[in-house]
T-cell receptor, first 114, second 113 residues
Framework: DGGITQSPKYLFRKEGQNVTLSCEQNLNHDAMYWYRQDPGQGLRLIYYSQIVNDFQKGDIAEGYSVSREKKESFPLTVTSAQKNPTAFYLC?????????????FGQGTRLTVV | AQTVTQSQPEMSVQEAETVTLSCTYDTSESNYYLFWYKQPPSRQMILVIRQEAYKQQNATENRFSVNFQKAAKSFSLKISDSQLGDTAMYFCAFDFGNEKLTFGTGTRLTIIP
């Protein structure tokens, strides 16, 4: 079955540690996105990538980093510089940007700092 | 700046009734794309309906329809004959021509049996 897989579903991190969230898609989509969801704030864009080996900062990129070495993979690293990392993280992909096509979402990763 | 506003944090309706969720936005772009996404308790985001700004005809998908008022910058979602499975968070979202989605803060909709 084609789709987007995020792992793990739940993740716990100690303060001061970096942690990487995985996002893999087998839809052959060019564009991939990372969103953060907090209560009452909707989804906010962290980073996005329209093509392999290229990515752009979204609205809240500080404290995060990404890579896009393969078309199907777009991992997100939450660094120790992110002051409030506890949140729900969603990865999405679309064929070529989101304008005239549907964005498909993964099931999310819940990150908790302990 | 491009903004998206959903002014109804929560709504509830009886099963089989009709409900309308509101969304307003601000942009200087003339061509853009508008979406409504549903997030049920499973937290899986699901596309409900899509509208292109250059089309005057309102989009419809079965029980779901939109009222797109371009001049007023309004994009509401109407759910007819509501069902228990419609209980979810609903987000309006926009691609303002920059190939990334900007989301509203969401409306939590509860269908009461």
């Amino acid at each position: 079955d084609g789709g987007i897989t995020q792992s793990p579903k739940y993740l716990f991190r100690k303060e001061g540690q970096n942690v990487t969230l995985s996002c893999e898609q087998n839809l052959n989509h060019d564009a991939m996105y990372w969103y953060r969801q907090d209560p009452g704030q909707g989804l906010r864009l962290i980073y996005y990538s329209q093509i392999v080996n290229d990515f752009q900062k979204g609205d809240i990129a500080e404290g995060y980093s990404v890579s896009r070495e393969k078309k199907e993979s777009f991992p997100l690293t939450v660094t120790s510089a992110q002051k409030n990392p506890t949140a729900f993280y969603l990865c999405a992909s679309s064929p070529t940007g989101t304008g005239n096509t549907e964005a498909f979402f993964g099931q999310g990763t819940r990150l908790t700092v302990v | 700046a491009q903004t998206v506003t959903q002014s109804q944090p929560e709504m509830s309706v009886q099963e089989a009734e009709t409900v309308t969720l509101s969304c307003t936005y601000d942009t200087s772009e003339s061509n853009y794309y508008l979406f409504w996404y549903k997030q049920p308790p499973s937290r899986q985001m699901i596309l409900v309906i899509r509208q292109e700004a250059y089309k005057q005809q309102n989009a419809t998908e079965n029980r779901f329809s939109v009222n797109f008022q371009k001049a007023a910058k309004s994009f509401s979602l109407k759910i007819s004959d509501s069902q228990l499975g419609d209980t979810a968070m609903y987000f309006c979202a926009f691609d303002f021509g920059n190939e990334k989605l900007t989301f509203g803060t969401g409306t939590r909709l509860t269908i009461i049996p």
